[in-house]
């Protein structure tokens, strides 16, 4: 490996020994496993030498002696070996589980605006694949250092014991060895990055058709969708052989060079035992342990490739760890919230947006009250929600929550405050009750309760399992109007006293929609109620509604003063009733 390589994989190798230090006991007492095992490895060209140099001879040691220590110490090696690869695996996979952990930790606090680039299937990929392959690409070569190295390590011992001067000499060939594995090594790094880069594509192209399913057909673009993945996949492939081939030329070039050495060092080794007289048993036992050596010699030129791809792999990963976490420099916390809500001059500006998503907005939600926002698409409706989630922060001006900026508040409290229900609804692969008590005790009383209000019950009395139902990802088992209701069950159940819907019945049938406003209607006057509608019939009777364009209030009133204002509110709803 160069410098400049191992200089780049030191920071990554030092954080990947941070997840494996808490199970150093491991990792010991799998190296004095294999050091036991390498004690052994001399010990078979040395009963080869005793064999072939006493044991023709009548008067040597009594024959049934072979099987009894050829099997004995067979034996211990397949103990030593069995204790040396388990303890590795179980060392390998509690390593596994933190680093997937902390990867997953790292998802979980990611600030809001990482989520508008990172894919679904690049985060899957990242914390439940890579982990595994990075710790068992790096646990192989591990594997053959201790499995191969050791015991070539014993056996060179043993080969300067019997004869230094030829051991010396079968040296030579080492720096022409690592001078092909260092460039066969370069090679292995570049394809290796692209490889993975290729493999990522491939996911997210995989993990757009299975979320896009319904538009794919829609649009009856199976054969665009399949081109699209064939020359995806035919980049992972391209670059993924080209690995393979640069890997695959390493342990040839490596047997090229030292079957020269081992020719060379075997006829010295004739010429000195015919010219001294050796003996049969001691060239015998020379040459196995040469041949030994070799052997093992061989399976450890194939350790950069799976450790350069591993860092590579878990180059990505850790970019991922080090995403920018969210912000929450407040600290103060409040225990009785009203839900009084105020803005006060504020600006947002999405970055790279051409202008602002709210421009010098003032607007208050009153405590208790039902406040609708309507307007075009791109008004700066879901802005607001944004910043009242602390999602994003203003550029100038002040949230107020019961006269509390909220950026003094920690961001858990202030999100405790708050049960929404968005326009994109998320489900969770859980059972119904699991998703509406989400992160809450479950409590029967009130699941009914939400699941009434939400004008689903008898639906959910109906399953095979009732709340114990699994309604599969992102409530695949449901129609849109039944996700959609119980997504604002899950609302209804949290205790909070602000709500926000965001578009939250616009799936709803007619008698659906009329039962949930009214359920709502009976929380008016005890929650602060924020309402984000296109149809304007369903606001009809909130309490206030500001009327949103290019991120300012052009005007604001109840229902029926809008209309006797006769200005943007009005024009509004005499489209929506073909006036």
Request: proline content about 4%; glycine content about 6%; hydrophobic content about 45%.
């Amino acid at each position: 490996m160069s410098d400049e390589q191992a200089s780049d994989f030191k920071p990554i190798a030092r954080r990947l020994a941070g997840f494996v230090m808490p199970y150093r006991m491991g990792v010991v007492l799998t190296i004095l496993a294999y050091l036991a095992l390498a004690g052994t490895e001399p010990l078979i060209p040395y009963l080869i030498k005793n064999v072939f140099g006493e044991g023709f001879s009548e008067q040597a040691f009594s024959i049934w002696w072979v099987p009894a220590v050829l099997i004995t110490l067979f034996a211990l090696r397949g103990l030593f070996g069995f204790l040396g690869q388990y303890l590795l695996n179980w060392t390998v996979t509690r390593s596994v589980m933190d680093f997937r952990q902390a990867l997953f930790e790292a998802l979980l606090r990611a600030d809001a605006r990482v989520f508008t680039s990172l894919q679904p299937g690049t985060a899957v990929t990242k914390v439940v694949n890579d982990p595994q392959q990075v710790m068992s690409m790096l646990s192989g070569p591990m594997l053959s250092i201790l499995r191969d190295g050791l015991p070539a390590l014993a056996m060179l011992v043993y080969l300067f014991f019997l004869n230094w001067q030829l051991t010396l000499l079968s040296l030579v060939t080492t720096p022409a060895m690592s001078w092909v594995v260092q460039q066969v090594n370069k090679r292995i790094r570049k394809m290796g990055s692209k490889t993975y880069d290729a493999q990522l594509h491939l996911v997210n192209k995989v993990d757009d058709v299975t979320r896009a399913w319904r538009v794919v057909r829609t649009f009856d673009a199976a054969e665009h969708e399949r081109a699209a993945f064939h020359r995806r996949a035919d980049d992972v492939q391209r670059n993924a052989l080209k690995t393979a081939a640069a890997g695959a030329l390493s342990q040839p070039l490596s047997q090229l060079i030292a079957s020269v050495g081992l020719s060379l060092i075997i006829c010295l080794a004739l010429l000195q035992a015919r010219q001294t007289q050796t003996g049969v048993g001691e060239f015998a036992a020379f040459i196995t342990a040469l041949l030994l050596l070799t052997s093992r010699l061989r399976h450890l030129s194939d350790l950069l490739p799976p450790i350069t791809n591993a860092m590579v792999i878990a180059r990505g990963c850790l970019q991922l760890m080090d995403l920018p976490a969210e912000p929450d420099s407040g600290s103060r916390v409040l225990d009785k919230v009203h839900g009084e809500v105020e803005m006060r001059d504020v600006t947002l500006q999405y970055p790279e947006a051409e202008r602002p998503a709210l421009n010098d907005l003032n607007i208050q939600f009153k405590a208790g009250q039902t406040t609708a926002l309507v307007g075009s698409s791109g008004a700066g409706k879901s802005s607001i929600i944004h910043l009242l989630l602390a999602f994003a922060e203003p550029g100038k001006g002040q949230v107020l929550l019961d006269g509390v900026p909220i950026g003094e508040l920690k961001k858990a409290n202030l999100r405790q405050q708050f049960a929404v229900v968005s326009q994109d609804i998320v489900l969770f692969d859980a059972s119904v009750a699991d998703n509406i008590a989400y992160a809450q005790p479950r409590d029967e009383a009130r699941l009914e309760q939400a699941l009434r209000a939400a004008h689903l019950w008898d639906f959910v009395q109906e399953l095979p399992q009732g709340l114990d139902t699994v309604v599969g990802a992102n409530g695949s088992k449901l129609s849109g109007g039944q996700r959609q209701r119980l997504a604002i069950a899950r609302a209804l159940y949290r205790d909070a006293p602000i709500w926000v819907f965001d578009e939250a019945t616009s799936a709803l049938d007619t008698e659906s929609e009329r039962a949930v406003q009214q359920a709502l209607e009976q929380w008016q006057g005890r929650k602060t109620l924020i309402v984000i509608a296109h149809r304007l019939s369903t606001i009809r009777a909130a309490d206030t509604i500001h009327v949103m364009s290019q991120g300012r209030v052009l005007e604001s009133g109840t229902h029926t003063g809008l209309l006797a204002r006769d200005g943007a509110y009005a024009a509004m709803v005499r489209a929506q009733n073909g006036e």
